[in-house]
């Protein structure tokens, strides 16, 4: 095994809405469990809408032997619901979450009795102690919400302060943006691992629709040369490739503590870039 072949990596699903695509997202981990991952979170829908969805992946990436973190969003939650979802997550035996504020579901007025992930994280710690490893979210282009990159930043420092362990950031394509963002929260007192979140580029239709919903910023060369390309999936692909890699060797050669991947609930463009990264052969 090679130095960089150790290099920490965990990967993203969502849950599966149905038969078919349970089946296929359970050859997609199999595949990338290969890689030796430290653990791979589920996401949560608006509002909770996939919690069953959610912990029944979680169940079964627990009993296939990989770590597991369940996202665990609180918009719309209150404090009792919160504490029975906790407690039915330290019965399957998770370890990990992922705490978020999250989305309402359209139609819906009000937030329920937690305003911000700081809140959440709070309120897991003073019920469950250090049962859990608390991941929360980071955005090194700051929240298309915020009022500014600096309330931006001392959200997150609340979000740590409050109890988490580590972060999982926003995708993003500009190294500079997360060098930054990790230098300015260091000067905030700020010291727990800032996860790079990396999305594999497979298809330029999917990501540019995908980026323009969650707000992540696309870098207007990289938008016209995916652009430029038109229907040739295999040049797109080949092109993603490139640039993804550069983007992630630059944030291991400047001292990111993982990289954590945004599988899409597919397999091949993460194990190509994880190949190329020199990942193919890391094995637990």
């Keep these: 095994m090679t130095a960089a072949a150790a290099f920490p990596i965990s990967f993203e699903f969502f849950p599966p809405k149905t038969p078919e695509g349970a089946v296929k997202l359970r050859a997609a981990r199999q595949r990338l469990y290969a890689l030796a991952p430290q653990f791979c979170s589920v996401t949560y829908g608006a509002g909770g809408s996939t919690q ?3 912990f029944d992946t979680v ?14 969003s609180c918009v719309g939650a209150t404090r009792d619901t919160v504490r029975a979802q ?7 035996g998770v370890k ?7 989305d309402l ?11 911000f992930a700081s809140d959440l994280v709070a309120f897991i710690r003073a019920e469950t102690g250090r049962a859990f490893h608390i991941e929360v979210a980071a955005y090194p282009e700051v929240h298309p919400q915020a009022r500014s990159p600096q309330a931006d930043l001392q ?8 109890g988490a362990d580590a972060a999982i950031t926003q995708y993003f394509y500009n190294a500079d943006a997360y060098f930054r963002f990790v230098d300015d929260a260091r000067r905030l007192g700020v010291d727990v691992p800032v996860v790079p979140g990396i999305m594999p580029i497979a298809s330029s239709s999917q990501l540019l629709r995908f980026s323009d919903a969650c707000g992540a ?5 990289l938008r016209l040369r995916l652009q430029a390309f038109g229907d040739d999936v295999a040049s797109i692909k080949d092109f993603g490739l490139d640039v993804v890699a550069a983007l992630c060797e630059r944030l291991r050669a400047g001292g990111a503590p993982g990289l954590h991947f945004y599988t899409m609930n597919q397999s091949a463009a993460t194990l190509a ?3 190329r990264l020199g990942q193919d052969g890391a094995r637990g």
């Excluded at 990990?96 to 999250?102: E, K, N, P, Q």
């Excluded at 579901?105 to 305003?115: A, L, N």
């Excluded at 959200?155 to 409050?162: L, N, R």
């Excluded at 910023?217 to 060369?221: G, T, V």
């Design 86 to 92: 906790l407690a039915q997550l330290r019965a399957m």
């Design 59 to 72: 169940a079964e990436i627990l009993a296939e032997g990989v770590d597991a973190a369940s996202h665990f």
């Design 155 to 162: 959200a997150f420092a609340a979000k740590v302060q409050a």
């Design 273 to 275: 870039l994880c190949e």
């Design 52 to 54: 069953q969805g959610t």
């Design 105 to 115: 579901p359209s139609g819906y007025g009000s937030g329920g009795e937690f305003q």
């Design 217 to 221: 910023e696309i870098p207007r060369w």
């Design 96 to 102: 990990r979450l992922v705490a978020l504020r999250g």
